[in-house]
């Protein structure tokens, strides 16, 4: 890890990028260009060299037994859950619940919280511009218990709309729950400011921050939310690793959301007890190797220092919006690259995304193309779907310019189809 603080402070994404096996390849025979980070980032060998660690020298069952790779694999596993808790800016690790990522923890929060909480006639407020991850767990929960999900509306620059805060944040909202960072727009809405209108309403704020933690420095503290969701595999860690910051308070108020092995205190044929936060809300068998791998991962961005992984973020988003704008795409969302993140969703010259993501695999770009996992966004849009890149700390000016060629190539041969 040493070798990555050396060169943090001026991210040398060259040296960053020798750290990712899979950005040696080649893809139709040309070099891979991964511009789809937001879907899921790739991983450094740190990483995967934690997991082979893990399965080769300390592999069992976390909690299950004093055996000496049974205590291994749960200090490990414990060790993880410090680690994402002070990367956070959680004062206890007890807030961190683990699980596979954004989806589950919203989940989480709509079964154990907003089933707790909400009656008739109360609201969950959210945003025209949640991903359906932060939208189908509360519809899920509005059915089942009468409440209504609002949603305040988008600006035309892909902001929210705050002005009309007021009138949808009220004495009948019990749950706010916004993305930290939009995956389709880049929005990054200012998340204290919603934080205090929530609690000034008596309701809790929710946010998902699926897109937020792997590329800025967040303080749950700071912002004071109460909820917000991590999901590793975007912040370089394994598929199935992350999980939920929940104020403790509230988390032990909360019932569980799986019942299993491991959550309980005590059982009975009737009844049982719980176990503490955070274990009351892990049944059975966890993802021990993809926390553990995780913890490599956060080691990897601490280094880094996550103000240089935004500084770097800026730069390049800067320069595939210029780059982007003069080839005559469209963007979506804030034009300042100071106030977005770097997944720029863009419509090229009338050709369908999912065509332009075709063309452009085959010169080795890989970006994402269509509704991104939020369709009524792409309606309020006006579009049935947009072409996604989407940038991360291995990504260089001469990726954008090789996304440029690309779009070129798809224009002539759109051109003359
Ligand atoms: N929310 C946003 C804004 C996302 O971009 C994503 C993933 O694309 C999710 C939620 C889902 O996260 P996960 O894959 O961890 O369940």
């Given at each position: 890890?040493?070798?990555?603080?050396?060169?943090a402070?001026?991210?040398?994404?060259?040296?960053?990028?020798?750290d990712?096996?899979?950005l040696?390849?080649?893809?139709?025979?040309?070099?891979?260009?991964?511009?789809?980070?937001?879907?899921?980032?790739?991983?450094?060998r740190?990483?995967?060299?934690?997991?082979?660690?893990?399965?080769?020298?300390?592999?069992?069952?976390?909690?299950r037994?004093?055996?000496?790779?049974?205590e291994?694999?749960?200090?490990?596993?414990?060790g993880?859950?410090?680690?994402l808790?002070?990367?956070?800016?959680a004062?206890d690790?007890?807030?961190?619940?683990f699980?596979?990522?954004?989806t589950?923890?919203i989940?989480?929060v709509?079964?154990?919280?907003?089933?707790?909480?909400?009656k008739?006639?109360?609201e969950?407020?959210l945003?025209?511009?949640e991903?359906?991850?932060?939208?189908?767990?509360?519809?899920l929960?509005?059915?089942?218990?009468?409440?209504?999900?609002?949603?305040?509306?988008?600006?035309?620059?892909?902001t929210?709309?705050?002005?009309?805060l007021?009138?949808?944040?009220?004495h009948r909202t019990?749950?706010f729950?916004?993305?930290?960072?939009?995956?389709?727009?880049?929005?990054?809405?200012?998340?204290?400011?919603l934080?205090?209108?929530?609690?000034?309403?008596?309701?809790?704020?929710?946010?998902?921050?699926?897109?937020?933690?792997?590329?800025?420095?967040?303080?749950?503290v700071?912002?004071?939310?109460?909820?917000?969701t991590?999901?590793?595999?975007?912040?370089?860690?394994?598929?199935?690793?992350?999980?939920?910051y929940?104020r403790?308070?509230?988390?032990?108020q909360?019932d569980?959301?799986?019942?299993g092995?491991?959550?309980i205190?005590e059982?009975?044929?009737?009844?049982?007890?719980?176990?503490?936060?955070?274990?009351?809300?892990e049944?059975?068998?966890?993802?021990?190797?993809?926390?553990?791998?995780?913890?490599a991962?956060?080691?990897?961005?601490?280094?880094l220092?996550?103000?240089?992984?935004?500084?770097?973020e800026?730069?390049i988003?800067?320069?595939?919006?210029?780059?982007?704008?003069?080839?005559g795409?469209?963007?979506?969302?804030?034009?300042?690259p100071?106030?977005?993140?770097?997944?720029?969703?863009?419509?090229?010259?009338?050709?369908?995304?999912h065509?332009?993501a075709?063309?452009?695999?085959?010169e080795?770009?890989?970006?994402r193309?269509?509704?991104h996992?939020?369709?009524?966004?792409?309606?309020?849009?006006g579009?049935?779907?947009?072409?996604?890149?989407s940038?991360?700390?291995?990504?260089?000016?001469?990726?954008?310019?090789?996304?440029?060629?690309a779009?070129?190539?798809?224009?002539?041969?759109?051109r003359?189809?």
């Amino acid at each position: 890890m040493a070798r990555v603080a050396e060169h943090a402070a001026a991210l040398d994404v060259e040296r960053i990028r020798a750290d990712f096996p899979i950005l040696r390849r080649e893809v139709h025979g040309r070099p891979l260009v991964y511009l789809n980070s937001a879907a899921t980032t790739q991983k450094p060998r740190q990483v995967i060299q934690a997991l082979v660690e893990f399965y080769e020298q300390h592999n069992a069952n976390a909690h299950r037994g004093v055996d000496t790779l049974g205590e291994e694999a749960t200090a490990l596993f414990e060790g993880a859950r410090a680690k994402l808790a002070a990367f956070v800016g959680a004062p206890d690790p007890a807030c961190i619940v683990f699980n596979r990522g954004t989806t589950e923890s919203i989940n989480l929060v709509a079964h154990a919280y907003g089933r707790k909480v909400l009656k008739e006639g109360d609201e969950v407020l959210l945003t025209q511009m949640e991903h359906h991850s932060n939208m189908i767990p509360w519809l899920l929960l509005a059915q089942a218990t009468g409440a209504t999900v609002r949603h305040l509306p988008i600006r035309e620059d892909g902001t929210l709309e705050l002005d009309a805060l007021g009138s949808f944040l009220t004495h009948r909202t019990k749950i706010f729950s916004v993305t930290g960072m939009s995956n389709v727009l880049g929005t990054i809405p200012p998340l204290r400011r919603l934080a205090d209108a929530a609690h000034a309403a008596g309701a809790v704020l929710v946010v998902d921050g699926a897109q937020l933690v792997p590329h800025l420095p967040v303080d749950v503290v700071d912002l004071d939310v109460d909820f917000l969701t991590v999901s590793g595999h975007k912040m370089l860690g394994p598929t199935a690793s992350g999980g939920l910051y929940g104020r403790r308070e509230l988390l032990e108020q909360m019932d569980p959301f799986m019942g299993g092995g491991e959550m309980i205190r005590e059982v009975y044929w009737d009844r049982a007890t719980w176990a503490d936060v955070p274990w009351k809300f892990e049944a059975g068998t966890m993802n021990i190797a993809q926390e553990v791998g995780l913890a490599a991962a956060i080691d990897y961005l601490g280094a880094l220092g996550m103000e240089n992984v935004r500084a770097h973020e800026e730069r390049i988003t800067a320069y595939a919006m210029e780059r982007l704008l003069d080839a005559g795409a469209r963007i979506f969302g804030p034009t300042d690259p100071s106030v977005r993140s770097g997944a720029i969703s863009f419509w090229f010259k009338d050709i369908h995304p999912h065509d332009l993501a075709t063309v452009l695999d085959q010169e080795g770009v890989a970006i994402r193309a269509g509704h991104h996992c939020a369709q009524p966004l792409m309606r309020v849009l006006g579009v049935p779907a947009t072409a996604r890149a989407s940038f991360y700390i291995y990504n260089t000016p001469d990726e954008v310019d090789a996304l440029i060629d690309a779009l070129r190539v798809a224009e002539r041969l759109f051109r003359t189809a």
